[in-house]
């Protein structure tokens, strides 16, 4: 039997490891059948929006992963209640080891809920509440209380759903060459963390709003009542119980388990410096993982609802986990489906690996997919376009639209420039008789008409409407994306020659990257105020502003504590439109993006510690 070695966060002793990996690669000998669904399912990929009647729709997973530069892809599907087969497609790492079902991924949000599965086996356990102030759990650090919270304590049921009112979506993790923050440094935001302060931002309960700092706090809360490592309460807890052996939430990666893990890549194809990020917010992100072992947990979960397979919670508590509440989301799962038949999912993006897995409640059905690429959420998502119609599921199939014909003369009247913000335009225009979009800062997406007033792109799941005018050209345009719909206004002839004139500029300046004029004086100026504590918000938008208050608390000792300023080096012009500066100092380096608008002022900004310093010189001005 393997024991848990708590020294140095090793979670199983080498030999121990080899013996696991060893008896996971016994896999069943795949029939007749699993091969001609695994072939279906390769080579059946579609998008997000399919063209009815379009024969080149579905591609193959080898195409799709050489058109976007993902090295390697890993696959594990789930067919009545078993896993009926696991595959690993391309390469760990390029020029290295392929892929199979036994390679690791980072997991990234995935790490979610199975810490959440922790959390819940301690509420049964009655060492944790579902509704008491997470105050009460919590004894190295305290949750900070806030006007804005209303007096209102944060609950575990909240921090599991999303619903704590807590800041800070996600974390980029940390460089092998960065130092790691410790977790309580996490949560005040002290140097060397790369996130701000986990503080309240809305009274708990009144929204949804996707946090990660809400795990972050609740995995603080576990330590602190278990007084233990949280790889090893995790391993004790949710791992070994549902047998994933090839799965652990060591930050970083022990050096013995290196040889089975995937080398993170970006999108443009190469690896991303200095490796796999470290997370030492392992709650939110830090789970290592295969697509085999994450379909053993969906399978306990699915098992555990029919009180067949509780190795880790009680019926009655995993329907408690698996009840949609505010958002369509459970304690730690985003519920999706028909009411009479829910699915559970989640997706996972780490620095180099995107993944994704859903399965149903009742069917015994799911699906696992990890991917070693940013560029790996497309793939992910097709596969499961495709994993769901060769499986015959009734949800995650592609939406299908017709295209229809329309007058010339009518696209015609549609060629403009349209306002979604102050500083954010739609511009459409005709290209061979084809409606194109193109938003501020971003890429042309060519538009397909599903009826005279009705647009839309093949790869994004989005309409374009442009309601009927009898005044002539349309005078606005509603883009409907994500169950919202926003109006934008079209610009007269001046207004629109500006943003024309100012998007061709953006084109050229991307092209040559050539900084916009005055963002270095910006950024020279900003970090010059954040050191005082004192910013020009006349020179900032309001968003800016708004953020910019909200976080100076944290931002002015950080830049401070960096000594004083020695250059301001140009990097590049990001896709977005941002200007990249690294700023270095006499005690550290960060990178810093800017927005500068057309009026001068800073529309938007971030920073971060640089992963990779080049020499400190001094920079023209």
């Given at each position: ?66 058109e976007l530069n993902v090295p390697g892809v890993s696959i594990a599907v789930i ?56 105050n009460t759990f919590l004894t190295t650090w305290k949750f900070p209380a806030d ?313 994004i799941n989005a309409e374009i409407e442009f309601p009927k005018d009898e005044k ?150």
């Amino acid at each position: 039997m393997c024991k848990f070695v708590s020294k140095g966060f090793v979670l199983m002793t080498l030999a121990c490891w080899a013996a696991q990996f060893g008896v996971a690669q016994d896999a069943p000998v795949a029939s007749a059948e699993t091969d001609e669904h695994i072939q279906l399912v390769t080579s059946g990929l579609t998008g997000d929006v399919v063209i009815k009647g379009d024969e080149h729709a579905t591609h193959m997973l080898a195409d799709r992963m050489k058109e976007l530069n993902v090295p390697g892809v890993s696959i594990a599907v789930i067919h009545k209640g078993k896993i009926e087969w696991a595959r690993g497609f391309g390469v760990s790492s390029i020029g290295g080891s392929p892929v199979t079902p036994q390679t690791m991924f980072q997991a990234g949000s995935i790490s979610k809920p199975l810490a959440a599965m922790a959390a819940l086996r301690l509420v049964e356990q009655g060492k944790l509440s579902l509704d008491a102030d997470i105050n009460t759990f919590l004894t190295t650090w305290k949750f900070p209380a806030d006007p804005v919270a209303v007096g209102k304590p944060v609950t575990l049921r909240e921090l599991l759903t999303h619903t704590g009112g807590t800041t800070v979506h996600g974390f980029p993790g940390y460089a092998s060459t960065e130092p790691v923050p410790t977790l309580v440094q996490v949560l005040n935001g002290e140097k060397p963390a790369n996130t701000p302060a986990i503080r309240s931002e809305a009274a708990p309960g009144a929204k949804w709003n996707y946090s990660g700092g809400g795990y972050t706090i609740m995995q603080q809360a576990l330590i602190d009542v278990t007084k233990g490592p949280f790889p090893k309460l995790l391993h004790d807890t949710v791992l070994a119980p549902i047998g994933m052996t090839q799965s652990t939430y060591e930050q970083p990666l022990p050096k013995e388990f290196q040889a089975y893990a995937a080398t993170p890549y970006s999108g443009d194809g190469k690896p991303v410096k200095g490796g796999a990020h470290t997370y030492p917010e392992m709650a939110a992100a830090g789970l290592w993982t295969t697509p085999t072992d994450l379909a053993r947990y969906a399978i306990e979960v699915q098992k555990s609802l029919e009180g067949k397979a509780n190795h880790v919670l009680s019926v009655e508590m995993t329907r408690q986990m698996l009840t949609p509440g505010m958002g369509q989301w459970g304690l730690g799962l985003e519920i999706g489906g028909a009411e009479t038949d829910p699915y559970f999912t989640h997706g996972g993006v780490n620095e180099g690996f995107v993944n994704n897995f859903a399965a149903y409640e009742k069917k015994g059905e799911g699906a696992v997919v990890m991917t070693n690429s940013s560029n790996g959420g497309l793939i992910a998502s097709e596969i499961l376009h495709s994993v769901a119609a060769v499986y015959s599921w009734p949800d995650l199939h592609p939406t299908v639209r017709t295209v229809v014909s329309v007058d010339p003369k009518i696209l015609a009247q549609y060629a403009g420039v349209y306002a979604l913000a102050p500083t954010l335009n739609m511009t459409i225009t005709l290209v061979n008789g084809q409606p194109v979009s193109q938003v501020t800062g971003q890429r042309k997406v060519p538009l397909f008409a599903e009826s005279e007033t009705m647009f839309f792109p093949k790869d994004i799941n989005a309409e374009i409407e442009f309601p009927k005018d009898e005044k002539g050209p349309a005078s606005q345009l509603i883009l409907h994306q994500n169950g919202r719909d926003m109006t934008a206004k079209r610009l007269d002839d001046v207004e629109a020659k500006k943003s024309a004139d100012a998007a061709a500029a953006f084109d050229k300046r991307f092209k040559d990257q050539t900084a916009a004029s005055g963002s270095e004086a910006a950024v020279r100026r900003i970090i010059g105020e954040l050191q005082t504590g004192r910013p020009n918000y006349d020179l900032m938008s309001p968003r800016l502003t708004e953020v910019t208050r909200q976080q100076l608390p944290q931002l002015q000792p950080m830049i401070r504590a960096m000594g004083a300023l020695q250059s301001v080096i140009f990097k590049g012009v990001g896709p977005g439109g941002a200007d990249i500066y690294q700023v270095n100092f006499e005690k550290g380096s960060i990178d810093y993006r800017i927005w500068l608008g057309a009026d001068g002022k800073a529309e938007n900004a971030n920073l971060r510690p640089s992963e990779y310093p080049v020499p400190i010189v001094a920079a023209p001005h």
